[in-house]
């Protein structure tokens, strides 16, 4: 299953030197104008996870193989986005191919970098963005009904539209919408319902407490999930390997990296969770929606195993780590058989049992 998170903010905000940081490659251009990212940015980024390290070691298993997000950093936005400023349309389509929304506003005041309206205000930003990407919503869904004249559209639809029309006028978003209808807007291609992410990217040193900017931001929108990040402090730490990154953190008291927060609040934004295989030639981490029902996990592994599935040998990680093996869990009485209605949970690791 393949997720794709979408890296947006005004120019200059340091979108492209966060997509370096959470890819570790230098594939995205940072420099110091407007729209240097045309065409969007894509890497797949592996989600950390201590479970499968410990899987892949009780099993000492040829291979390791985490799940993953990809990241897209899209062109800088300008204001007049919506009817088709800067690169606008093209910007706008960009959003609308992700399933979830990064948005970086900056946090840091620098001589060296300008901003694109000579003054730094993360709310004004933010606000920006989420304007253009109200207009463009308010358009579509104008599109849409002034077809429905011509095509039918069922009276639930109609309903849906005006309600919506209704709160992106009043400049709100569709967050209180159920989820049926969020469905629908999102197959007719509104941006306004993808699941968004604030990050405050500041400078190294309000790294740890903030700043006023930050703050402007928690206390503006108490409601929103906010992360702060030092882009170009994670980019640099992106060029070391492993133990100097953990010596690095230690001596600057840091325990956690701001992309690997990142990376976990996509994936739960996303609603997903992780279940996993493990033997000697592979331990693997598998992403999956919440509330996915064994066949369709077993899916994911291969569309023969949901058809031909008979059933699935569960065991939670927590136990497998416990005991050490399937067999050991078996002996224990912590391996569990499922059927076609069993519900997975984030950390069963899954032995499938199909026809052949």
Same mark, same amino acid.
């Given at each position: 299953m393949g997720f794709k998170c979408g890296i947006v903010g005004l120019p200059n905000v340091g979108k492209s030197t966060l997509f370096n940081a959470l890819t570790t490659t230098k594939n995205a251009e940072a420099a110091n104008f407007p729209f240097c990212t045309i065409d969007p940015n894509i890497g797949v980024v592996e989600v950390p996870d201590t479970r499968l390290d410990k899987l892949a070691d009780l099993s000492n298993s040829k291979k390791k193989i985490y799940t993953t997000i990809t990241f897209v950093d899209i062109a800088g936005l300008v204001k007049g986005a919506s009817k088709g400023e800067g690169l606008g349309n093209k910007f706008l389509s960009h959003i609308r191919e992700?399933?979830?929304v990064v948005h970086l506003v900056r %946090?840091?005041?620098?001589? #060296?970098?300008? =901003?694109?309206?000579?003054?730094?205000?993360?709310? $004004?930003?933010?606000?920006?963005?989420?304007?253009?990407?109200?207009? @463009? +919503?308010? $358009?579509?869904?104008?599109?849409? *009904?002034?077809?429905? #004249?011509k095509k039918s559209l069922s009276t639930n639809e109609l309903e849906i539209l005006q309600s919506s029309l209704k709160e992106l006028n009043k400049g709100q978003d569709l967050n209180r919408l159920g989820l049926s209808a969020?469905?629908?807007?999102?197959?007719?291609?509104?941006?306004?319902?993808?699941?968004?992410?604030?990050? %405050?990217?500041? +400078? $190294?040193? =309000?790294?740890?407490?903030?700043?006023?900017?930050?703050? *402007?931001?928690?206390?503006?929108?108490?409601? $929103?999930?906010?992360i702060t990040i030092c882009a170009d402090f994670e980019?640099?730490?992106?060029?070391?390997?492993?133990?100097? #990154?953990?010596?690095?953190?230690k001596e600057t008291g840091l325990k956690n990296l701001g992309?690997?927060?990142?990376?976990?609040?996509?994936?739960?934004?996303?609603?997903l969770q992780t279940f996993f295989t493990s033997?000697?030639?592979? @331990?693997?981490?598998?992403?999956?929606?919440?509330?996915?029902?064994?066949?369709?996990?077993?899916?994911?592994? =291969?569309? +023969?195993?949901?058809?031909?599935?008979?059933?699935?040998?569960?065991?939670?990680?927590?136990?497998?780590?416990?005991?050490?093996?399937?067999?050991?869990? #078996?002996?224990?009485?912590?391996?569990r058989i499922e059927g076609k209605d069993y519900i997975v949970c984030d950390g069963d690791v899954l032995f499938f049992r199909v026809n052949p």
């Open positions: 992700v399933d979830a %946090c840091f005041d620098s001589e #060296k970098i300008q =901003h694109v309206n000579n003054k730094v205000n993360p709310v $004004e930003d933010f606000e920006t963005i989420k304007t253009e990407i109200l207009l @463009s +919503d308010i $358009e579509t869904i104008q599109r849409k *009904l002034e077809k429905s #004249k969020k469905t629908y807007l999102s197959q007719i291609g509104l941006l306004s319902v993808k699941p968004k992410i604030i990050v %405050c990217n500041v +400078d $190294e040193l =309000h790294l740890k407490e903030g700043n006023k900017y930050t703050e *402007l931001m928690s206390q503006t929108y108490p409601n $929103e999930n906010i980019d640099q730490l992106s060029g070391l390997d492993d133990e100097e #990154k953990l010596n690095f953190m992309i690997s927060k990142l990376i976990k609040s996509g994936y739960d934004l996303l609603d033997g000697p030639e592979e @331990s693997r981490a598998w992403t999956i929606k919440r509330n996915t029902t064994a066949p369709k996990a077993a899916g994911v592994i =291969h569309t +023969d195993f949901e058809k031909n599935f008979i059933r699935a040998e569960a065991v939670d990680t927590v136990d497998f780590i416990k005991y050490g093996s399937a067999e050991k869990c #078996k002996e224990n009485g912590k391996l």
